[in-house]
């Protein structure tokens, strides 16, 4: 991968695909570099229902599959890489692939999502971040669940529906949308409180570790290195602008993610 294009879009989740839609309607050369398939994280969520446009909800897998059907059906200029590096010179963005390849890009759209919080406890049994690594079929092997918020409960959900028991373990009482508590309920899914959670999953078959994601900001942290991130999509270096989970405080809804994807292409043009 090298060369040089107007825009540069890093991250293939919600608000990196719709950047690059935006850029497409309006013709403009780009290209999208991400680590994961169409959708990113999207497709760990076991059910997504306040997203418009689906009045029955829809499950993370089928819009990740949604998401990268309209990618091909647009042509978008998606390639699979990791940037590891990241400078501007002379008014131009230079990017450092880790196969060693560059492409240099007069603007730039970090969407690079989140990453999750380190975990040190020891484990015994396989230990995972969130339900993709998973096997698609559990066949009733025991998932310990550490977290009491709505990423923890809701994989509690994506377990139950492999055939897997969950065990939900949190540390205080549950911090989850009363929502997804009811749906947790109704299944019968046990959640221990005020549980020992260092010591969760060691007679598992899995442990999936959901104690918070914190904004993948190290690309931004090339180009600007001191400050707070940004309060919106624009940033303190011309040609920069930021979507999703980079923009300060910025709550994690995949409508809110594509809005600042379709704002910052704007901008970027």
Known sequence: MSGSVPILI?????????????????????????REPAGGLVSAAWRID??????????????????????DALGLPIRTGEVTGMEKQAGV?????????RIQARCLILATGTVPRPWSAPVSGRLH????????????????????????LDSALSVHGRGGRPVVHARAALRANERIVRRIEERGIEVRTRSPIETAG????????????????????????????????????????????????HERYIALAQG??????????
């Open 129 to 152: 971040r969130d339900v993709r690594t998973l096997p698609a079929a559990l066949d009733g092997s025991t998932v310990a669940i550490v977290g009491g918020g709505d990423a923890a």
């Open 260 to 269: 600042d994807g379709q704002r910052a292409a704007l901008l970027a043009e």
């Open 10 to 34: 890093v991250g293939t989740g919600p608000a990196g695909l719709a950047a690059s839609i935006q850029a497409r309607r309006d013709l403009v050369d780009h290209v999208v570099v991400g």
């Open 50 to 71: 306040n997203l418009p446009g689906f009045p029955g909800g829809v499950t993370g897998a089928a819009l990740s599959r949604r998401l990268a059907k309209q990618a």
């Open 202 to 249: 060691l007679d598992a078959d899995h442990l999936i570790v959901c104690i918070g994601r914190v904004p993948d900001d190290a690309l931004y942290r090339l180009l600007v290195p001191d400050g707070p991130l940004p309060p919106g999509v624009e940033t303190p270096v011309e040609g920069l602008f930021v979507a999703g989970d980079l923009i300060a405080g």
């Open 93 to 101: 963005f230079s990017a450092t692939f880790a196969s060693g390849e």
